[in-house]
């Protein structure tokens, strides 16, 4: 089946459960029901709270509707008719979309019919219900009404759908997956952050063996942008009002930033971005075209006021660290700095065995006057996506076009990638920006004396530190290659009598910057094996009294099983190869 006759099939079968609730419920306010990637979902303001008890049995309505075959019809109405009709049926939120609809003047609207069920739709929608294919129901949600956490909080029902059975059964099979992988349920039991309704949703508390592996990360990052020729800087988490209002921020990013804090009769704002910050330090002295580029890198701390509704856990925070990087270069030398960070990002998710990414150009939408209303050199703008269309051509890496995706101040190119649930996701990004530059009248002496503006590119090659966390523990399902292990070996004695060779074992082990915990606990060897696993710890060995004599170690790995008896040494060069290699 098409695309388009998927998403057809998907909206129809939202209708037929907006249909189904309504005879489960006949008081139901109906709000919208769109299809989504893979499925549908419908919105509801019903008299109780939906129990996922309910699912099966809207399911089961749903079945006799399809199994009825009733056709969908198409009738358009007098506008103002459907309002008081909408009024009527006390549909309050169907005639606050009519009243929206007659605020852009529109004269008529368009509704479907399927046995008794009306709806407001622009459609298309099946012939019959008998043309819809295999669905289910999936989860229930809380979702304010527009989007916005002052409108009341409705109920919305996710389902999936696909034209056959095999197609459903191999989604289901791979949502299951994702659920054991996801990473909010990992970061819990393996004990690595956490999310405390004291300390407020969307900030994290890392625990131990997450900020160990984040550190690492951040680690990594610092050598590589390092040997790249980037200099670490650092600004504070909050600064002036006229900052962002230099930078445009307050008036296009506002209700992403926090309220602002009042600091001795004067406004200050919790850092949303890192770039504004970055241009003062470029403007702290004079730059000489010698000088450029300048790479300025920070793994800045920033707050975005992210809205209750969605929140996920790492991926969609409050509080978050963000790779990031500022480079200010001459126009003559954007292609080239262009290409460099593209070959960063290769080389960063080669050494996390990071595959199937592609890269989007995102454009403006010149018809779009709200976000790129204030553009005046459409030229620049053209300018600069074709640079970056030869910098993508150069790298040899495929990418697509989107046009309205682009930054307010550049065209951008992001690094797509899909989630453990087969979504797109956005995981780094770099944007062009030429606007910056003339906003904090940022400049530079080129070799005739003159003053020139630079172009700047913005880039996170990680993203957030947070972010990729999650997206490289959802990768892993929690089983992280050794070099970024909190713990790499798990020694294990059969009985308190060898706790002494196992301290043995773990100081020689240690000599190596080998990372070792012993479990000392009282439990059976077979438990302190299985909590091994359950931790997804790299490496386990049991020791006891052969052991202890022969010197041996029997090694089991947490993704080979067992590798044999190996002398201290030979298991050292082992680790040492795994932790050179990246696996």
């Keep these: 089946m098409l695309k388009k006759d998927l998403e057809t099939m998907r909206h129809s079968t939202s209708h037929i459960m907006a249909a189904a609730v309504l005879e489960m419920f006949p008081e139901a306010k109906l709000a919208i029901g769109p299809a989504i990637e893979n499925g549908f979902y419908y919105d509801f303001d019903l008299p109780r709270t939906l129990i996922p008890e309910d699912l099966p049995l809207i399911e089961e309505r749903m079945k006799k509707i399809v199994k009825e075959g009733y056709p969908f019809e198409k009738a358009e109405v ?269 080389k960063v998710y080669t050494d996390f065995d990071i595959e199937n990414y592609w890269y989007r150009l995102s454009l403006p939408d010149f018809s779009d006057k709200e976000k790129f209303g204030d553009i005046e050199n459409e030229k620049l703008w053209d300018d600069s996506a074709e640079t970056a269309r030869e910098a993508l051509k150069a790298s040899g890496d495929k990418y697509v076009e989107a046009v309205g995706e682009a930054a307010f101040y550049g065209p951008k190119i992001d690094v797509q990638i899909k989630n453990v649930l087969g979504k797109e996701d956005t995981i780094a990004t770099v944007q062009i920006d030429f606007f910056m530059p003339e906003r904090f009248d940022l400049e530079y002496i080129d070799d005739k004396g003159e003053r020139k503006r630079p172009v700047i590119i913005h880039r996170a090659i990680m993203g957030s530190f947070d972010r990729f966390f999650a997206f490289l523990l959802e990768k892993t399902a929690g089983a992280f290659p050794l070099w970024l292990a909190p713990t790499q070996v798990q020694l294990i004695p059969v009985s308190d009598k060898f706790i002494k060779f196992a301290e043995k074992v773990s100081v020689d082990l240690k000599k190596n910057n080998i990372r070792v915990d012993i479990d000392q606990t009282t439990e059976s060897v077979g438990k302190k094996i299985r909590n091994a696993e359950l931790m997804k710890i790299p490496y386990m060995v049991v020791v006891g009294e052969k052991e202890e004599k022969s010197g041996l170690l029997p090694i089991r790995s947490y993704a080979g099983g067992d590798l044999g008896n190996k002398k201290p040494d030979d298991f050292i060069k082992i680790i040492f190869k795994e932790i050179e290699e990246r696996k």
Aim: hydrophobic content about 35%; charged content about 30%.
């Design 78 to 346: 007098p506008i103002k008719d459907a309002l008081k009709e909408a009024k009527k049926n006390n549909q309050i939120y169907k005639a606050d979309l009519i009243q929206e609809l007659i605020d852009k003047g529109e004269k008529t609207v368009t509704f479907y019919r399927m046995n008794g069920f009306t709806d407001l739709c622009k459609g298309p929608h099946l012939e019959s219900t008998k043309d819809v294919g295999t669905f289910k129901l999936t989860s229930i949600a809380g979702a304010y009404w527009r989007g916005d956490e002052k409108n009341k909080m409705l109920q919305r029902i996710y389902g999936v759908a696909f034209s056959n059975q095999k197609e459903l059964d191999e989604y289901l099979e791979m949502l299951e997956e994702a659920k054991k992988r996801d990473h909010r349920k990992l970061g819990k039991e393996l004990e690595l952050f956490d999310m405390s309704e004291s300390v407020g949703g969307g900030l994290p508390l890392w625990l131990p063996k997450g900020a160990f592996i984040r550190k690492k990360l951040e680690d990594y990052m610092y050598n590589i942008e390092k040997e790249a020729g980037y200099d670490l800087v650092n600004t504070p988490i909050l600064a002036h009002e006229k900052l962002y209002k230099k930078s445009g921020h307050l008036s296009h990013y506002k209700e992403d930033m926090y309220n602002p804090i009042d600091i001795e009769g004067e406004k200050y704002y919790l850092k949303p971005m890192n770039c504004p910050h970055h241009h003062m330090i470029f403007q702290t002295k004079t730059r000489s075209y010698r000088e450029l580029p300048i790479r300025l890198s920070e793994f800045g701390l920033i707050h975005r006021f992210e809205r209750s509704g969605v929140l996920t856990g790492l991926i969609r925070a409050r509080c978050f660290t963000q790779n990031d990087a500022h480079i200010y270069c001459s126009p003559e030398q954007l292609k080239s700095e262009l290409v460099n960070v593209l070959k960063l990002i290769k």
